[in-house]
């Protein structure tokens, strides 16, 4: 493991976010307290925060096998505590350029750390700045490389032009979760309940769910919808009925004249049938989710999706054959085993598909999923990911037509890499840019869902006041709980614009 140790607290999850991107295999510990921990510490930084300065002490404590330069290194730099922006900044590039001294590795985002790297050019290009200020800029401070620079700017452009149509005074999104899933998978870590043990439950669940879309209709009827994304766990676990009342209750509760995309996450094949995708069209529904994950057998056998390719294929073409023209569907990057080849593979058969979009993840284990809870059982599992794979599916999706339109990142994300949508001309995902941008109020309805109210009128930095109120993730909980949820949303929105 790797201790780093503060003598005050500040900049706590910056510096362990950073010092984890270079070591994703090791636990880090960041404290400014004495720490006593079970397992052995190989490495330890200090962090000494001086009058004027900041002093940086990374040295080895045991485990010499994993030496790979010169210990210890030491160095202190001058900054200015009143600026913080720019002592964070100056921060994270010290420990970058220790740690890559060290390691010999580069990182491709550089110090960057957060999840919507495509903020930065984004407002800088707002403010009016040109592409090689906002390249100098990135480079410089943060030290991302040029692959990572002129995809977030170039995702900054698209998203720009698709949010002139959105109306951030006036104007909000919806999003309805459904927690229930055929299996869970190894890597999620998303509330989601395995039917089997849920479906005397779901009737109940949408009784609870209807009087939170009964309180959201009248709340916001004097608001403009621009977007509604059906998600969870796998909506279309519900039966044709349950969907059926679902998307009847929606479409009579609010005023969609303005709604400019309606979006149900089909995603598991296992989970679609014929009578449920005609229940999706006759509400004039077109754009869905199909998520294979990977086109590998093996591959889908071992995270526990309970489906065969087949079954994405033929779900897909089912789709296509009842009128859906704007279908999505998700892989990931570095799933236990899977080579370049084999990735090569998948993209070949999404090819033969030809979908509307594609989303891209890299494998991100959080802490609730499987595959980190029991990771001792996986540990001869390689997963790797590398800007190869990234490159390879970005070439692909240049070949189908597919552009990069929207962008962002996680913790603990394979190979240090990022999530990419890429989509055709006139078929990309609004409500995805929203959920990443935070430039509207999305609420939130449904069992683990979160609502964020976005202040329309900007602080004096430019940024926008966000808070949120979340709604319990179990199921019986939210049902019981439902007026306390309802209240949630009724006092994060009593207080007016100021």
Known sequence: ??????????????????????????????????KSYEEPIGFQMEVIYRENAIHLDWRRCEDEEKRVGELPIEREFAVDFSDRSGTKNCLKQNIYELLSEYTGKKLPWGTLTGIRPTKIPM?????????????????NTYFASEEKINLSIDIAKREMALLRRIDYENGYSLYIGIPFCPTTCLYCSFTSY??????????????????????????????????IYIGGGTPTTLEPYQLDRLIRKIKCSFDLSDC????????????????KLEVLRKWGIS??????????????????????????????????ELGFDNINMDLIMGLPEESLSDVKDTMEQIKALEPDNLTVHSLALKRAARLNMFKDDYKDYKMVNT???MDLTASYAKEMGLSPYYLYRQKSMAGNMENVGYAKEGKAGIYNIL??????????????????????????????????????????????????????????????EC
């Open 123 to 139: 407002k800088q290009l707002e403010e009016g700045k040109s592409e090689a200020e906002i390249k100098s800029y990135m480079k």
């Open 1 to 34: 493991m790797i201790a780093v140790k503060l003598n005050k607290p500040e900049f706590e999850y910056d510096i362990h976010s950073l010092v984890k991107a270079f070591y994703p295999e090791e636990y880090v510990g960041v404290s400014a307290e004495e």
């Open 287 to 320: 754009r869905i989710s199909i998520n294979p994950q990977t086109m590998k057998q093996q591959t889908l056998d071992l995270i526990g999706r309970h489906h065969t390719v087949e079954q994405t294929v033929e779900s897909f073409r089912m789709a296509r």
């Open 194 to 227: 395995p039917l089997i043990s849920w479906a005397k439950q779901v009737d109940a669940y949408l009784d609870a769910l209807e009087k939170e879309i009964d309180y959201a209709a009248v709340k916001f009827a004097g608001k403009h919808l621009n977007s």
């Open 260 to 275: 400019l995309e309606f979006t149900v996450e089909a995603g598991r094949p296992d989970s679609i049938t014929r009578e």
């Open 387 to 389: 800007q190869e794979h």
């Open 435 to 496: 959920i990443m941008e935070e430039k509207q109020t999305i609420v939130a309805l449904g069992a683990g869902s979160s609502t964020k109210r976005v202040w329309t009128t900007p602080n004096p930095d430019g940024t926008h006041r966000i808070e949120r109120c979340e709604n319990v993730k179990d199921v019986g909980q939210y049902i019981s709980r439902i007026d306390e949820m309802i209240e949630r949303k009724r006092a994060l929105f009593m207080t007016p």
